[in-house]
């Protein structure tokens, strides 16, 4: 195999074998030489008698302290510059190996770009893919067609004359005018999505919430957001953002912005933060797909809140799609 411009860095940069003196160690062994032949020639050519001709041993401590003090200082000095020497050392050989590292990626990037996307990258695009049509195919099955607006509004029904027993009803009545509203309960497991396909309960909140107009809007909007958010390998469970209390979702649901509900921007994973932020200016379909959920997830919060109880928020807040809001409303700065 070819070597690339990163091996060769790396062998250039590996440590030799073997010791090797630099001249801050000769100095230092020359200076201790010099310092025990000036010792030793003090001590016979100029000896000190003691009063009493007895031993002192404080004297004899504070000789050898005066002998071998100044060259572990010496010494001391030496190993801390060969060190620094060898931490400046490693620091440069370092830096050429991630500078080398770092062409060879680049050149890499162009030659895969000019030649074609890599196999294994292709396959997995190619799987995530069938796992979103799949999602998509599973959805569309509790998804009822959207009737068509009439492009001309009826006039009411007149109203009917005393003694006619018949009850009279009004035209243009459409089928989602009749259904009853969601309930929060509902709504707010349905926005959950289904956590297995056995989750029947799940199922079953799913479709009674696409029976409303409102509610069907968003949860199409919530899943086209996660499918897209899925190809970056970004899953709503695995984000663990910190738990706002339910006054600050009342908050943003009333108007307020800033540092008021900055609460609700609790996401910390700076992967994906990175991972959105950068699909948010590099792609348009999925910048339009964001922007349209969070104006839906808005729509639906400002109508939510004012009947829910604190309960009801906190269980919102814990649905997948409660954080997909709270990860694009960071990104985009809705929380700021």
Sequence with gaps: MRPTKADAALKAGEKPEGLRLSAVEIIAGAL???????????????????????????????????????????????????????????????????????????????????????????????????????????????TSARPAQAATRLAPAPKPEPGDDQPT????????????????????????????????????ALRRALKDHSARQLIQASQDVLTLLSQDGIYMDDLRPDRARPEFWRRFARGERGKAVAALGGVRDRSSLALTAGRMREDTIFRDAAHHFLRKFDQMLESFEPEASDEDIAALAETRTARAFMLLGRVTGAFD
């Design 169 to 204: 009803l009004a035209l243009g009545t459409s089928a989602e005018d009749m259904t009853p509203p969601i309930q929060r309960s509902d709504l707010v497991r349905a926005l959950n999505f289904p956590d297995t396909q056995d989750d029947e309960v799940g199922f079953a």
């Design 32 to 142: 201790s030489l010099v310092w025990l032949a000036a010792a030793a020639l003090f001590f016979l050519i100029l000896p000190t008698e003691t009063e009493g001709g007895g031993f002192d041993t404080m004297g004899f401590v504070m000789t050898l302290l005066a002998v071998f003090l100044p060259i572990a200082v010496i010494w001391v000095a030496a190993i801390a510059m060969r060190s620094a020497r060898i931490v400046r050392e490693e620091s440069r050989r370092l830096q050429a190996a991630i500078d080398a590292m770092r062409q060879t990626y680049v050149a890499d990037r162009q030659a895969r770009g000019a030649g074609g996307m890599d196999p294994t990258v292709e396959k997995k695009l190619n799987e995530i893919a069938k796992a979103a049509q799949k999602t998509e195919t599973a959805l569309a099955t509790f």
